[in-house]
Each structure stands twice: as structure tokens, then as C-alpha cells.
């Protein structure tokens, strides 16, 4: 059988010190010299479901119910599920192990036409002012949520994923075209707080510290 390799649509300067192979991806797990953050990670090889029908009630991506209102986001187990207007949710599986595909015709996967990058740490907030307009301190809005707009003039979904200081997360996705000038545009914005990239393992644990 044909071994698929999938390409991720960013790649960073500093050298891999751990990776995996899975579901065809060359998953970085550790950079050298990560440092303390705050990081920039690539997640783009994570199993990304667009989900649309009339009623979305129905459904039950992975055993978690979908979101009623625009902008709110489920979030448990590494599953993000983010409801974007009346007929549409996008459902992030950030977790190691390979999801069960959706068998319902309404599901359409996006993971290899997306990015995904999350960054995460202290001064997170302080890098989105420099690259978006959009509203992270509304207090209408609770953590997870969802903001849709853009980032370095690019349309994204956006997620609020923790506001606190320390563990604050924001995970967005856009087209796999602007992988390349997105992470230069974030990196050069993070430049002055030390931002830099990083493994999936920090997001996993940043995930263990979410569900203790």
C-alpha cells in the first residue's frame, strides 16, 4: 500500500528535536531551544470537520453536543467545536490520538486545505493587538469562544481558548495559502515578548493542565 505523506503549510527555521510520524503527518513534537514562551505552534495537522445543516441539534461530533448560539464553543477532551452561524460548526480535534471519521454526509474534513496555529503563554493578548482588531476582553464573552475576522488582513475563525495570563491560548484557522506569511507576520509581531515556535508537546500539556 502507498504510504501519503501530508505536508504542513508552514515550516519554522529552528531544528525539530523530537518528531512522529502520523496519519501521514511529520508531526513536530519538540524544537530545540523552546524556551519558556510564549510559543507559536503549528497544529495544522490536526483533524479539522466542517459541519452544516439545517439542524445542527441533531449531531453529536465525538459524543459532545454542538453549541446552540453563534460564537460559543464546546471544549472538552481536546475538542474544539466552534459554532459559526445558524447551519454551520467546525469541530478541531486537537488531541494525539486519530479521531473516528464522521459517517453523516452533512460533515466535510478540512484538515489538509487549513491552518491551524495556536499560541499560547503569557502576553498573548499583548501579540493579537499587533495583528487583529477583534475583541478578546469583551465581558459578554466567556472563555471559549469564538470570534470570526481577520488576522494580518487574512479572514480566520478565531478562538479564545483561556484568557489567564499564564495559560492563555488562542487558536485560529484560515486557508493553507497564507501559512507562510501568517507565522512570519505573528513571529515578527511576538518578536519584542520572546515569542517563538514550539512542539505539539506543549499544547498537550497546556490540554492536561485544562482537564485536571
Not at 445543516?53 to 459532545?64: A, N, T, Y
Not at 494525539?96 to 464522521?102: D, G, I, L, M, N
Request: negative net charge; proline residues 6%; hydrophobic residues 40%.
Amino acid at each position: 500500500m502507498t504510504q501519503i505523506f501530508r505536508r504542513s503549510p508552514v515550516s519554522f527555521t529552528i531544528a525539530p528535536a523530537r518528531t512522529e510520524l502520523r496519519d501521514g503527518w511529520d508531526v513536530i513534537l519538540e524544537y530545540e531551544s523552546e524556551g519558556e514562551g510564549p510559543y507559536l505552534i503549528d497544529l495544522s495537522h490536526s483533524a479539522k470537520w466542517d459541519v452544516q445543516d439545517i439542524d445542527l441539534s441533531q449531531f453529536r461530533p465525538w459524543g459532545l453536543s454542538i453549541p446552540e448560539t453563534p460564537g460559543q464553543c464546546a471544549f472538552q477532551n481536546g475538542i474544539l467545536i466552534n459554532r459559526m452561524n445558524r447551519t454551520q460548526a467546525a469541530c478541531w480535534h486537537l488531541c494525539e490520538t486519530s479521531p473516528q471519521v464522521p459517517g453523516e454526509s452533512a460533515y466535510t474534513e478540512t484538515t489538509d486545505a487549513t491552518l491551524l496555529l495556536a499560541i499560547l503563554g503569557k502576553h498573548v493578548f499583548s501579540v493579537m493587538e499587533k495583528v487583529s482588531a477583534l475583541d478578546f476582553f469583551s465581558p459578554k464573552r466567556k472563555a471559549p469562544f469564538l470570534l470570526q475576522g481577520p488576522i494580518l488582513h487574512v479572514p480566520c475563525q478565531v478562538v479564545c481558548a483561556a484568557k489567564e495570563d499564564e495559560g492563555a491560548a488562542v487558536l485560529f484557522t484560515c486557508s493553507r495559502g497564507y501559512g507562510e506569511s501568517m507565522t512570519e507576520g505573528i513571529l515578527s509581531a511576538g518578536a519584542e515578548w520572546g515569542l517563538r515556535p514550539a512542539g505539539e508537546n506543549v499544547v498537550t500539556h497546556w490540554l492536561a493542565g485544562k482537564s485536571t
